[in-house]
């Protein structure tokens, strides 16, 4: 038989019930000898109770807690919180043994002073939905590790079910928003579409925890990516950086949407050999050799890309590095032996097509052309800068402004590096590009950019 058997009135979330709960908290060894915890426990509950929830506050437990005098400052004085996690950290030990059985549940969520009371078979619902949103966690991690689209949709399928278990939890919030952001840069997706859902992601990270890098990092990329916005763009990047000091991530993000659109190069190269000297990121490979293929240096970046972990990734920049290098035949069988193994590839028909375009084969550009056509017509999304990759290599001029617009229109992430893609130099002498460059790129205040976009 239970200890509480009995007694009726604990297994309801009735304030007398949570009053009984916490006198037995305060009966138990694990609290008996400490008097700031006891004191801290029945303040934060009391109020609670008497709905006073909203006043519990860093300042006001210290005040009336800890008696701190009234020029308590909590920034330069952090034992509020230290307190805090200790009585965490004192409830978990008590209910995994001498509270096991008991009808009512206590805790505080991380970071909060409030209290939550729920009854036992609440929590175990509860560990059920968070068990199953760390499950769902592990699986699209282990997916998201592969830059495909396949692999990077099934990544996002887990992160939206890992939310939906647990929407309390921010890590599931940022790896989904970093998933959409992937999808997104990559041309995987239409940008209309899908940057909106990174903002949202990001934006419940930091509500959850407004100390998340990675939520930092996902806003910068929407500002960069999709709205042009440099300068909020690099002010997240750098809040990300002061977050989590070890990481390179805000590092490479950084250079690639805030210092390599504006052809900041020697200052991108820095920022990337600053965050490989840190914990590594992900994408960082792929990342220092794009950046040496915009830079021009074509045979750093065919080296660097061969580093890559994405095969896919690393056997398209060498392709492009040789194609830029004038090696246009070996291009061409690098870029057919990544076709023969993903056929449906989009990046894979589009460069293949640039190619071939250059290689004055016009009939198989054409045919690359063609095929993504089709696939739009089919109801894939197809971005406007990959078709103008085609017409470029063509010569068509006319052709590729006028998909290089409409990818503006879309705001296609791509178009964040027209000043700098060695595959556009074609167009760079029309007064035409030179205006769409200055509509994107960080040469022009903020205000003007925001109104001609």
Known sequence: MLRYEKAEAPQELTPEAIQSEVERILASEKFARSKR?????????AQTLQGNADILKEYVIGTEVLKKPDSYDPRSDSLVRVLASRLRVKLKEYYSDPGSEDPLVIEFPKGKYVPRFQ?????QTEIERKLRARNAFSQGRFRADTLNEASLTEAARNFEESVEADPSWPAAHEALAKVYALQAFLGFRRPREVWPRVRQQAEAALELDEMSADGHICLGLVYAFFEWRWKEAESHFQKAIERDSYSGAGHLWRALACQLPAGRMTEAQQELTRAQELSPAPFLEEGQALALYFAG??????KKAEQAPSPVWGARLRALTLAAQGRIAEAIALFESMRAQEPGRVQILANLGYVYGIAGEAEKARGMMAALLERRAAGNWIANYDLALIEAGLGNRNEALTLLQEALRERESAVAFLAVDPRLAVLRTFPKFTGLVRRVVWTESEESRGQSA
């Open 119 to 123: 009854r036992r078979e609440q929590l």
């Open 37 to 45: 915890l006891r004191s801290l426990l029945r303040f934060t509950v």
């Open 297 to 302: 240096n074509f045979e750093e970046a065919a």
